[in-house]
Every structure is written in structure tokens, then in C-alpha cells.
Nanobody
């Protein structure tokens, strides 16, 4: 199973970007798909997650109201729409997939498959 993240780039503060994460390889089922990010000199942190069933969606407080996670199961793709971007959103963004469906969706060690990361730079 491979996850391919794309859509990063340079954007001005207040701008928008949409990240995509496409899954390929052998068929697999996932319970939770998540986005994480790692800024220079900082630890990787949780951004958002979505459940395959029951429609649960979760956000970090720092992005709530600005970012939207969605999925297209027919395309095996998860998206992260990022609006009102701030310089502090600058980071490498990673998508990840997990068969875990519990409450600790924000723990990166519970995710089995990871994309390669895509760089988002918010700067004027």
C-alpha cells in the first residue's frame, strides 16, 4: 500500500491550498485517515482525521474552522482543504492511514501507512 500526498506549495497568508492523498497498491481497508504536519525544528503534530464509517471527523484546535478533511472512497483519496492559511501553518504535511478506530486518532504511532509528505509554505 502506498500513499501519495500532493498539493503543497507556496501561498500568501490568508490564501488557500488543497492537499490530496491518494492510496494505491493492493486493496486495503482503513478505519481512520489522518493528516499530520511537521514544522522545522518541531515535532510532528496531528492536524485532522476522518473515519471510514460513522462519519467521524476530528481537527486540531489550531486548524478548526479553517481546514476541512474529506474523502472520496471511489478514488481512494483523502483531501485537506486549507483556508485562511497562516505563517504558522508552514510545515511538511503527511497523510496516514490506520485500521485503528478508537479515540486516540491523534497519536501518530497508531497509523500504519504514511505518505511521503508535501511542503506547505505560507509566506508573503
Amino acid at each position: 500500500v502506498q500513499l501519495q500526498a500532493s498539493g503543497g506549495g507556496l501561498v500568501q497568508p490568508g490564501g488557500s491550498l488543497r492537499l490530496s492523498c491518494a492510496a494505491s497498491g493492493r486493496p486495503f481497508s482503513w478505519s481512520t485517515m489522518g493528516w499530520f504536519r511537521q514544522a522545522p525544528g518541531k515535532e510532528r503534530e496531528f492536524v485532522a482525521a476522518t473515519r471510514d464509517r460513522n462519519g467521524g471527523i476530528f481537527y486540531a484546535d489550531s486548524v478548526k474552522g479553517r481546514f476541512t478533511i474529506s474523502s472520496d472512497n471511489a478514488k481512494n483519496t483523502v483531501y485537506l482543504q486549507m483556508n485562511s492559511l497562516k505563517p504558522e501553518d508552514t510545515a511538511v504535511y503527511y497523510c496516514a492511514a490506520s485500521d485503528y478506530s478508537g479515540s486516540y486518532y491523534y497519536y501518530d504511532h497508531l497509523y500504519k501507512y504514511w505518505g511521503q509528505g508535501t511542503l506547505v509554505t505560507v509566506s508573503s
